[in-house]
Structure formats: structure tokens, C-alpha cells
């Protein structure tokens, strides 16, 4: 059915032209360019293999879409976070189009390369929970540093940052991944015992699978913030640092448990489309190296939907899962914030008026770009060690055979 009204239209698409967003943000343009490149081809990926891929790329898409946007229309009290504009932006602009393929591009990813190292089930959504993090690093860190988004300057729940990355954000990657993941290979497993794991089975056991998961995997990641988090942040005031590590080295166990079991090497080998998803997991690495070399955030400019501007003294409240009541302002407050991956020198150092949510902000010259520069180099090393181990040295080799030679 036609939408009659324009402006009904333009809250689910808005398109905005490439030339002034590529003149303000070009670091933005590329990292969405790589991750539409993602999607394709990790779908592509997907329909290679058969089975359950396609599937399971279809179920990290509308995850994603309901983890990124529950939040902003359900929940607006616990909204913390504002993408710039995009090309191509949907849901009142709060959605860019390539946050859609972010997803796949995240855990596709992390799945497929689990499912090379046979570990036992209980260890496997796990694996996924933190290679997902693992893609998501560079991601995280860069972007933030050339304003491909902001965060809220008082939200309890964002505070603790790293290199202006939320630790929670690191724990959501971890939590929501592994907890898809989970559903997504149980509920079939329920459903169809007999079938193996990534051969599909009926389209309706398939379907039911899939729907499942896409509606318990978030609620469950949420979940998973409970008996860490938020008893040790919220109630003991511990920083969200170390709530990540702790929750990293249950992680960690799993996983070790699972590496040192018994257990075959990968029979199948590298196919050329797997060749291609390795090089494209090299481009997402990469490129975000490339921007802390060679390009400078000070020169990024953000034109768009940001976090409202209000009265300073305003706040907000929030309710934890254990009854405590968190505060935080309820608007934003040009004149008196942190978060120093953003200001308004680029305009002069004109701020937005109070009621104002479309307005400029600009990006930060690096303190130390050198710095920059080493945490995302060894990031890629410990990237391409683990993938490289996972793709490389994982495969079942074959024993020579002996020679036999007669005797006289």
C-alpha cells in the first residue's frame, strides 16, 4: 500500500546526496562502503555453503534490527546513542542502511569460523560471543574517534569508556552474539535432533528456528547483564571495565575447556568464496588502520541527528533489574559535557540552542595518534594470529603413506 504522506515516507527512508556527506565525513562513506561489501558477501557466502547459513544470515540481520532499535521506540529512556547521517538512513533517521549488514558482517563471521573448530556445543556460542568482539574492536574504537556516531555524556550505563568506547559495548557484542547464536543452533537441535547442525532441515523447523531466535536472543543477552553487571556496577559502584573481564574470563573458560578437548580437525577446505569472506575480514581490519594513519578526525564533520539539546539541569531516570534507581541528564548540555571525540570548533564554536536535535558537531584532533596507531596494530596481529590459527591451522592433514618394498 502507497504512504500518502510524504512526511510518513521520509521517517522510513530519507536519502541525503553523497558529495556534501563525503566532503564532511569520507571515513564515514568508506567504513559503510566495506560494511555493504560485507553483507553481500558474507549472503553470498551463505548461499555457497547451503544448509542452514542462509538462514542463519537472515537471522543476524533481523537481530540486529531488533537489538539496535528496541531501544530508540520501546525503551526512549534508555537511548544513549546517535549514528550520523548516512546516504541512505531509515527510521527517522536513526537507522544508516549498512548498520543492517553490520550484523552478518559481526557474527557471520564469528559463526562460520567456529564451526571450523569442532568445539563441543557448550563451548560454541561462547567462541562466537568473543570473536564477534574481536571484529568489533577496530570498529568500535575508530569510528567513534571520527564521529560515525556519539554516545550520552551521562547515561550510568555508557559511562566507563575506552578510548570513548563504552565497556558495555564490548559486553553487548559478547552477550547478544553468543546468546543468538545459542537459540539459533538449540532450538533446531530441539525441533530436529537428528539432523546435523548446519544441514538444513525442513523449511518449517528451519523458520520456527529462526523467528525463535530473533525473539529470545536479545531479551536472553539482556539477561546475561544480570548476574555480573549490574549487582557490581550498580550496587558496588565497580567500573564497567571490570565487570567486562570478569565476564570475559567465564567466556574464556568455556572456550579454553573446549579447545583442549578431544576433538577431529576440520575436514573441509578453503573453497575460493571462503578465500574471498577471509579477504573481505582482512579489508574490515585493515581500513580502520588506514584511518588512525592516515587520516585526521579533526577534519570530520557531523551534520545531523545528535542527542537533543535542553536545560542541564533536567535528568532522567532509570530503573535496573535489581529496583536501584540510576539518574542521568536528560539532555544534552553544550556548555558543560565530556566526551572529547567531539566539540564545535569547526563552526566557529557556535553550540545548538536548547530544543535543538539536528545541529553540527565536529571531530577531536588525536592526543596521540601514535597511540592510536599501536592499539590498532595489535589488534590486528592478535586478529590475524587467531584467524589465521582458525583458517589456516586447523585443517586435517594427511599422513604419507609408507612405502613398502619387497626384499629378496
Known amino acids: ?69 528496541f531501544w530508540h521506540f520501546v525503551v526512549p529512556e534508555y537511548d544513549n546513542f546517535w549514528h550520523s547521517q548516512t546516504p541512505i538512513i531509515l527510521l ?24 571450523r573448530l569442532n568445539l563441543p556445543k557448550y563451548s560454541e556460542p561462547f567462541a562466537v560471543g568473543l570473536l564477534t568482539v574481536l571484529i568489533d574492536i577496530p570498529y568500535d574504537i575508530v569510528a567513534v574517534k571520527f564521529v560515525h556516531w556519539t554516545w550520552h555524556d551521562t547515561d550510568p550505563n555508557v559511562y566507563d569508556r575506552h578510548y570513548w568506547v563504552p565497556w558495555n559495548s564490548y559486553y553487548f557484542h559478547s552477550t547478544f552474539a553468543a546468546s543468538l547464536y545459542f537459540f539459533f543452533t538449540s532450538v533446531r537441535k530441539w525441533l530436529s535432533p537428528n539432523t546435523p547442525q548446519w544441514t538444513a532441515a525442513s523449511k518449517c523447523v ?10 529470545l536472543g536479545m531479551p536472553f543477552g539482556v539477561l546475561l547483564f544480570v548476574p555480573i553487571y ?11 571495565e571490570v ?21 577431529e580437525k576440520c575436514k573441509d577446505r578453503l573453497t575460493a568464496i571462503d578465500y574471498v569472506l577471509i579477504l573481505q575480514l582482512a579489508l574490515h581490519y585493515i581500513i580502520y588502520w588506514v584511518f588512525v594513519v592516515f587520516f585526521d578526525p579533526a577534519k570530520e564533520v557531523s551534520v545531523g541527528l545528535h542527542e537533543p539539546v535542553g536545560p542541564c539541569n533536567e535528568v532522567a531516570s532509570l530503573i535496573t ?31 545548538p540552542q536548547n ?32 584467524f589465521g590459527g582458525i583458517y589456516f591451522s586447523n585443517s586435517k592433514t594427511t599422513q604419507p603413506v609408507a612405502k613398502k618394498f619387497k626384499t629378496k
Not at 39 to 60: D, M, S
Not at 234 to 239: Q, T, V
Open 321 to 351: 533489574p535489581f529496583g536501584q534507581t540510576l539518574h542521568k541528564r536528560k539532555y544534552f548540555c553544550p556548555n558543560d559535557y565530556d566526551e572529547g571525540y567531539f566539540d564545535f570548533h569547526c563552526v566557529g564554536g557556535t553550540k
Open 230 to 240: 549490574h549487582p557490581l556496577h550498580d550496587n558496588l559502584k565497580i567500573h564497567s
Open 92 to 115: 527517522g533517521k536513526r537507522l544508516p542502511l549498512h548498520i543492517i549488514f553490520l550484523y552478518p558482517a559481526f557474527i557471520y563471521h564469528a559463526a562460520y569460523a567456529v564451526s
Open 1 to 69: 500500500m502507497a504512504v500518502n504522506n510524504p512526511h510518513w515516507s521520509e521517517w522510513w527512508v530519507t536519502t541525503s546526496s553523497l558529495e556534501p556527506l563525503w566532503r564532511n565525513q569520507p571515513t564515514y562513506i568508506i567504513s559503510q562502503s566495506v560494511f555493504m561489501l560485507a553483507g553481500i558477501l558474507t549472503l553470498i557466502h551463505a548461499f555457497r555453503k547451503g544448509g542452514r547459513w542462509p538462514y542463519f544470515w537472515l537471522v543476524t540481520v533481523l537481530h540486529g534490527l531488533y537489538a539496535d532499535n
Open 355 to 386: 530544543g535543538a536535535d539536528w545541529y553540527i558537531i565536529c571531530g577531536t584532533p588525536f592526543v596521540n595518534r601514535a597511540e592510536y596507531v599501536a592499539i590498532i596494530s595489535g589488534i590486528l596481529i592478535f586478529a590475524a594470529g587467531v
Open 206 to 215: 528451519e523458520w520456527k528456528s529462526l523467528i525463535i531466535a530473533t525473539i
Open 243 to 263: 565487570t567486562f573481564f570478569l565476564l570475559f574470563s567465564v567466556f574464556a573458560v568455556f572456550i579454553i575447556n573446549g579447545l583442549l578437548t578431544e576433538r
